[in-house]
Every structure is written in C-alpha cells, then in structure tokens.
C-alpha cells in the first residue's frame, strides 16, 4: 500500500491544529498545516510538528507494565493488567471505602476527547470524592470563581469584533491559551497582526515582556503578583472619569457602589507604584481600554499563580462588566459550542446563580478548609489526603495523562505521597518522571490512532466549527484508547458509569462514537452526525452556521444581576491594599513561563524538541547577573524559604530587574546540579500546598515565588 493523506487534527496541545497527514502501512511519516482550513489556514507550532516522532519513537511504551514480586516492571497485555488494577481498586474500595480512591485529569488526559467524561464518570460510578484536574493547578479561580458574580447568557465580546483588548500575564503566541474574549489559539500572531492593521489596540501587563507583549500598544511590566493592585487602578481611573457604561450597570449591575468605594484607595499613583508601573501609562491604558467598544480583558495562568488568584479574576469580571463587554439582543452568541451540552439559552441578560464551591452538600477536604470545585477536589489537598491516616484516606491514585512528580506543588511530599500509595497507576505513553515510581502504567494509543472531536478546543471558535475525525494510523503493540481503559475497569468491578446521555452498557463495550454521542447528549451537533458531514467533506471541518445560536431578549420571569459585592470581594481589595506583600529576606521573585518546546510536562521525550531546549534556563536580567556575581551559561543556586534548585544562567533583558524566569514542569525529583543542563529544574520544588495558597481554590503559590540567588 502507498502512502495515504489524510485530514486530521493535532492533539499535542489545547489548540487542536488542523493537520494534513501522510501515513504509509498504518506509519505516521510527516505532518503539516492544513492550508484549506477555514480556521488555522495552514498554521500549526513546532511541537505538533513532532507527532510523526511521539508516535514512532522506540522508547514509547507499546505495552503495559506491571511491578513483579521484586518491584520490576513486567510487560503485561492490556487485559490482564486493567484486571489486576481492577482487583487491587476492589481489595483497596472493600477496605477502606470508595474515598480511598483518587483519579487526576491531567493535561495529557485532556488531549483526547472522551478521556475527562471517563475519568470523571469512573470516578463518579464508585462513589468517590477524590476525582482532580489540572484545572486547580494553574487557573482554577477563572473557572470556579467568576460565575458567582454572574454570568452573561450571551457570552462575552470576541475578538475578532473586538477594537481593543487587555492580555495580563497571558502570552498566546506560545501558550496557545486564553479564556474566551482573547486571542484564539489559531495563528495566533498572525491573528494579533491582522487585528492591529485594522485598527485594534492592544495592552499586555506581564512582568517580562513577552512575545505577545512586543506586539503591545501599552505594555505595562507588572511587578509579579501585584496584578489587583493594576487592576483596581485601572478601575480608578475609568470610575471617577466616568468612562463606564453607566446604562448597562444601572440595567444590570448590583454592587458597583461597593466597588467604587474599594477602589478609591488605589489612585493611579498608589496602584503604580505597588504595580511597578508609571502612573501615566497605567491611566493611558485605563482609559484606551474604556475608549473601545468592544474587547474584553484576560488573564493566563501566570496572575493565578502569581498568588490573589481569585481578587485578580473578580477584578477582570469587574472591568468587563462595568464596560457591558458582552453579546447583545440579536447578536450571533459568543462561542457557539457545536458538542457543548451545557450552555443553556442564550439571552442578553444575566444566567441564574451557579454554586461552584462551598453550596450545601458539596465535599470537603480534610485539610486547610478546602471543598469541592464544581466537580472535583483541589489538587492542593491531594498529597495530604494520602499521607494523613484516617477516614477518607487515598491508597490508590489513576493519574491520566498527567504527571504529579513535576506538576504539583511541594514536590518533595508528593513524591512521598506517591511513594505512599497502595496502588499507584499512570496512563502515560513515556516512563516520565511519574510513571517511573508507578505500580502500574497502562500505555494509551496516540492521537492519530483513535477517533475524536473537537470538544476541548471549540471554547476559542467563533464559529459552528466542528471536526470528528478517524483513526488514520495502526496502533503499535497492545494500546488502548483511555475511554476503554475505564470502561474495563468499571465493568471488572460491577458499577455502571453515567454520561450526559444516560448509562453507558456495560455488557458489551460501547464505540467511540456511541460514547462521544452519550457524552454529548444534548449539543448542537451530535458527534454521529458530525462524522458523517466530516467524511462527506472529505474528513474536513463542518461548520454549521444555521445551528449557531442568536442572543434573545430578556426573559423577565428569570430575570438576575451581576453582583460586584458577594463574597465581600471589595473588601478583600480592601484588605490587600493594606497588606504590601512582605520579602523576608528574599530579594527576588521566580516567575514561571511556558516553553516553545513543551507543553507543560509533555514532549521531554522527543528527539527534536530536546533538541530544542535540554533544559528551562534561568532568565535574569544583565545587570542583576553582574550585580550577583553570576556569568551567563553558568549554574545559580535558586533558594526559596522551602528548598533549593539550580538553573541555568540566560540573560534577557526582556525580564525586569529583581526577577528570574523559568519554565515549570522540567526536571525531576531527583534533578540536581549535575545535570540541570540535561533535565533541567522543577520550580515547583520551591513551594509549599499548606503556605501562601488560595483559601477558596487552594491553589499554591506557583509564580512570583520568594527567592534568593547566589553562583552555584
């Protein structure tokens, strides 16, 4: 058989890029951008250019291993190893009850898209609790947060409409990320690019300047978790010059009076000194962000990590709200969601509250007062549920696609949490640096060997934009796709997993297709009917612009308002405005950044990538190297107040004075001095899960960490 091309869609990352694919005798040979893609027109990024690499490489794991007598990885077929862990899960549930048993989501997990709705039903089918996400690691406060301020039914402006938009601490270029309202992950420079030639301004506040930074209209340098202090008073500004939309407020809004008050202590002078930031620059980006008329603000990762998670997100809610940035009557939706099954009407009005956290009848943690997020537990408490004898003690821990050694804060107890366990097993392609202190490890298929959709990625289009393609290359050894894995799993323990769509059968395995359809019930599109207009266009994406919604009017009988005050947010401003955070000694801050060559932990493995980047380099302004003694390419001792790690020395001058950047997710536990050039450093070595965390969200303080540097 020659070689056959087929249409496809990359699944490295969130983005999910349109792909052409070459594949020959069931072998991926060579990927590309699909050029005729209405959405990515041929884009695609270097670490999705390596799929042919992550599928073919030898040291992929084409079958699962599990730990002899002796504590030595055995290859195990499939079935007999998703026994033996079905056996054990029993052994661990009769003795301990179901709370005993944790699954993590984990952003490998995410790539494939039925592998969240299994994990979370298998989790759901045996009655625990414990069931956790990347989620809580690095953003949690925009997902579980915001809502109870109030929700727009219409959706936000987007970006393409937009004449002005506000990027804090988000780099989409590299990151491929940004809530909706900012830049979509498709081209997304050229996306920025266009938008400026026609007219768009464009503010980034971010510590370092960044790639997207250097496209900036107003770039504002932010001290690394001074965010609200920037925030309230940029909300100073368009306040008391009355640059708000004063019908919108007065139509929808409740709580602006307690807000004007908070923000009152922080003037421009005050909100830019603690910012970093000069005082005219911080007015003139207040008042050119008010000055359009459509364009929201967004925040990455990095504020949420930076510490005052949840006041930087209401603050953001804040702005946008107060400038009524948001679809109206008559208006195309927002994003139109084709496998979505939980967006509800679409009315320009405000949603009825949803508890996200802390409502009657949610779970609670053991520890620090942390409860349930929507549906799953905060990452922040999971080392401590294992380590900490007791009722509702974790002995056994299913980790999708993730990777906790390098992942998680305090890494030094979570791999005694690991270590700790009585069953520990990791879905993962790689021995990475968690699978390799697995008891189990079950080898997944890849991307190109399974059926999927577009659900993960369609948050960022603004069209009907729908995509179910096929498997197009042959699955290597004994892998399976993860939705199987916990199909088998429940089915070996008697419990029956529910979707969207009723039960799953539990008699016979349901298809991919069966399964995506169950776990859609109730989109605009059913994943079924999808595949069928993709394969009629050629495997190609379907757009369905007679499905896209229309904003309707109010409907008065379920009429709400956004609500500025709840959870006295204006005085948790309040309260951070007399609380200057506090150095103790530790003259610079370590301010996490992604890679071009990783996302997050996935890609260590492949050749070209590490060809890349061996390591996260230790970015630190020149003059701050001179003034340290330090020398470029040479090693620094990093030491917060919980451990110490090394890096490497890379000046930039990109990086403001008093700061040293790094890339997260590198290294190991056991990384150190001797080979940091090889591995790199896991920066999330320097925090703690029980200092400095967000007390609703839980998360860590994972950016803007306290540290001293001294040469090495």
Known sequence: MGVETHKTFCRFCHANCAMVVDVEDGKVLEVRGDPDDPAFGGYTCLKGRELPDSHNAAHRLHHSLVRDETGEFQETPMPEALAHVASELRRIIDQHGPHSVAVFMGSGGYQNSAAMAASLSFAQAIGTRNFYTSVTLDQPAKVFTTARYGKWMGGTNTFSESDVTL????????????????????SPSRRIRDAKERGMKVIVADPRESD????????????????????????????????????????????????????????????????????????????????????????????????NGTLTEYLVTCLNTILGRFKQEGERAAIPGVFTNTNGPRRAQVGPPVPMFGAEGMAKSRFRNLGQLGFEMPCNVLADEILTPGDGQVRALISVGGNPVVGFPDQAKMVRALDDLDLFVQIDPWISASAKRADVVLA?????????????????????????VEAIATPPGDVIDEYEMFWTLAQHLGVTMQLAGGPLPMDR???????????????????????????????????????????????????????????????????????????????FKLISRRSKARF???????????????????????????????????????TSPHAT????????????????????????????????????????????DSVDYDPITGQALQSAIPVKLVAA
């Open 444 to 468: 997944p298929s890849q991307c190109l060997e399974r059926e999927d959709i577009t659900n993960l990625s369609e948050w960022w289009h603004e069209d009907a934009y729908a995509r179910y």
């Open 212 to 307: 997207v930074a250097r496209l900036a209209d107003i770039y504002l340098p932010v001290k690394p978790g001074e965010d609200p202090a920037l925030l309230a008073g940029m909300l100073n500004v368009i306040i008391s010059e009355e640059l708000y939309d004063r019908n919108f407020v007065a139509a929808h809004v409740d709580g602006f009076d307690e807000l004007a008050e908070a923000v009152k202590v922080m003037t421009p002078e005050i909100a830019a000194e603690r910012a970093g930031v000069e005082k005219d620059q911080l007015v003139a980006a207040a008042r050119m962000f008010a000055g359009g008329s459509k364009g929201c603000a967004v925040t990455g990762t990095g504020p949420e990590m930076a510490g």
């Open 509 to 587: 395995k349901p298809s991919k297709e069966e399964f995506l359809d169950l776990m859609t019930a109730g989109c605009l599109v059913p994943p079924s009917q999808v595949r069928k207009d993709a394969q009629a266009a050629g495997g190609a994406a379907v757009i369905y612009d007679d499905r896209h919604p229309v904003v309707g009017p109010v409907e008065e009988s379920e009429f709400h308002r956004f609500d500025l005050s709840v959870g006295d947010m204006p005085g948790e401003l309040l309260r951070y405005a007399d609380n200057p955070a506090a150095r103790e000694g530790y003259e």
């Open 645 to 688: 790690i090394h890096g490497v020395v890379k000046a930039s001058d990109k990086v403001r004075r008093g700061l040293v950047s790094m890339a997260h997710a590198y290294g190991d536990a056991d990384a150190s001095k001797e080979d940091v050039r090889t591995r790199g450093s896991s920066t999330n070595r320097l925090t703690s």
């Open 167 to 186: 990027l804090i601490g988000n780099n989409p270029i590299v990151s491929h990320y940004s809530p909706p309202g900012g830049v979509p992950p498709f």
């Open 600 to 638: 997050n932990s996935i890609g260590h493995p492949l050749k070209k990538l590490q060809e890349k980047a061996t390591t996260n380099p230790a970015y630190i302004h020149p003059d701050d190297i001179a003034a340290l003694g330090l020398e470029e390419d040479g090693i620094v001792e990093i």
